[in-house]
C-alpha cells in the first residue's frame, strides 16, 4: 500500500520466520480465496487498514526459495487518500519514504518488489 511517496511496511514478529525484518503486510492465502482478497484481510487482520472500496493492482508475484521453504508473494498496489493509522499492536508498521525501502532488513524475497516499486512510484510515476 502507498500514499505519498510512502510505503506500508511492518516488521516480522518473534518466532516468525525472518524474524525481526520489515515487510509487506500480508500473508497466506486461505483455501478457496484469491490473491487479492486474501491480502486485503491479512491487511486487515495485520493493521486494522480497510481497503473496502480502493482499487488494488497486482503489481508483482515473486517465487522465491529460501534454504528451509519456497514462498511465493502476491503484491498488489493500493493508493488510499490519506496513510490510514495502523491500529493493531505489535507489528511496528510504519509509513516508510519509497527511498529508504532499501535500506531497511527486509526479507530476500522483497528485491524484485522494491524494483517493481521504485519503477511504479518513482520520480516521475
Not at 492465502?29 to 486474501?38: D, K, L, Q, T, V
Amino acid at each position: 500500500m502507498a500514499h505519498a511517496g510512502r510505503v506500508l511496511v511492518a516488521r516480522r514478529g518473534k518466532g516468525e520466520h525472518l524474524a525481526g525484518l520489515w515487510e509487506f503486510p500480508g500473508g497466506k492465502i486461505a483455501p478457496g480465496e484469491s490473491p487479492e482478497a486474501g491480502a486485503r484481510r491479512e491487511l486487515l487482520e495485520e493493521t486494522g487498514i480497510d481497503l473496502t472500496g480502493i482499487p488494488m493492482t497486482r503489481i508483482a508475484s515473486v517465487r522465491h526459495k529460501y534454504p528451509d521453504r519456497t514462498v511465493v508473494l502476491h503484491t498488489f498496489l493500493a493508493e488510499p487518500r490519506s496513510a490510514p493509522a495502523i491500529t493493531r499492536a505489535g507489528r511496528g508498521g510504519r509509513w516508510v519514504p519509497l527511498g529508504e525501502l532499501p535500506a531497511l532488513g527486509m526479507p530476500e524475497a522483497n528485491r524484485e518488489i522494491l524494483r517493481v516499486l521504485a519503477e511504479r512510484l518513482g520520480p516521475g510515476a
